[in-house]
């Protein structure tokens, strides 16, 4: 199993340019999210998936879009990329949303925005 | 308020030492606990989940009181390798809230 994977790893974008961060994962998990990692804010929620076709947004989604058309793809679109949107973007996924369930995150794609 | 505070640290430790890290929670509601462990530039990993009979996991004991919105990680004999930024997590049922995470650098 490949487990999560994400790209790009990294990417540099211009002010109002738009672009796709995509996530795969190859475990037949229902669960999927996107995070964003700040320093000194911790990991935040962005969109939350319980299964292709549902998602939902999570703390922070102004900005970003997402869509879940099938089990293993979870892809987050940014569509007008701000400096606030400078970030490292994390997706994880895990059997459901229920009680002790491990989540499993792909490695991270480092975003710039200029 | 966050939904998860934690002490940032950073802790700084000798080889061999104890170290306990502690964390609250805003949500009464919430369902289940974890901590986790990330190294510098990589994503974050299960350490252990803490239930409220407490747990262990070899050098690393989890506790969990609900009653204060409490979570703690006790590091027994710290090896060099458990360097790190450790997360405690939250699971409010749709949701995961992470707290910005606590810095353990263990000096030989």
């Known amino acids: 199993n490949a487990g999560v994977t994400q790209t790009p790893k990294f990417q540099v974008l211009k002010t109002g340019q738009s672009m796709t961060l995509q996530c795969a994962q190859d475990m037949n998990h229902e669960y999927m999210s996107?995070?964003?990692?700040?320093?000194?804010?911790?990991?935040?929620?962005i969109h939350y998936s319980v299964g292709a076709g549902i998602t939902d947004q999570g703390e922070v989604p102004n900005g970003y879009n997402v869509s879940r058309s099938t089990t293993e793809d979870f892809p987050l679109r940014l569509l007008s990329a701000a400096p606030s949107q400078t970030s490292?973007?994390?997706?994880?996924?895990s059997y459901s949303n229920g009680n002790k369930e491990t989540q499993y995150f792909g490695p991270g794609t480092r975003l710039l925005v200029l | 308020r966050k939904e998860v505070e934690q002490d940032p640290g950073p802790f700084n430790v000798p080889e061999g030492a104890t170290v306990a890290f502690n964390c609250t929670y805003?949500?009464?509601a919430s369902q289940s606990f974890f901590w986790y462990r990330q190294d510098c530039r990589k994503e974050p990993k299960l350490l252990m989940s803490v239930y409220s009979s407490g747990n262990e996991d070899g050098r690393f004991t989890?506790?969990?009181n609900r009653a204060s919105q409490y979570i703690s990680l006790l590091i027994r004999d710290s090896k060099l390798s458990?360097?790190?930024?450790?997360?405690c997590v939250v699971n409010t049922g749709n949701q995961f809230y992470f707290g910005t995470g606590t810095s353990l650098t263990v000096i030989p």
């Open chain 1, 34 to 45: 996107w995070y964003r990692q700040d320093p000194g804010m911790g990991l935040r929620l």
């Open chain 1, 88 to 93: 490292v973007y994390f997706c994880a996924s």
């Open chain 2, 26 to 28: 805003s949500n009464s």
């Open chain 2, 62 to 64: 989890a506790q969990l």
């Open chain 2, 82 to 87: 458990d360097s790190a930024t450790y997360l």
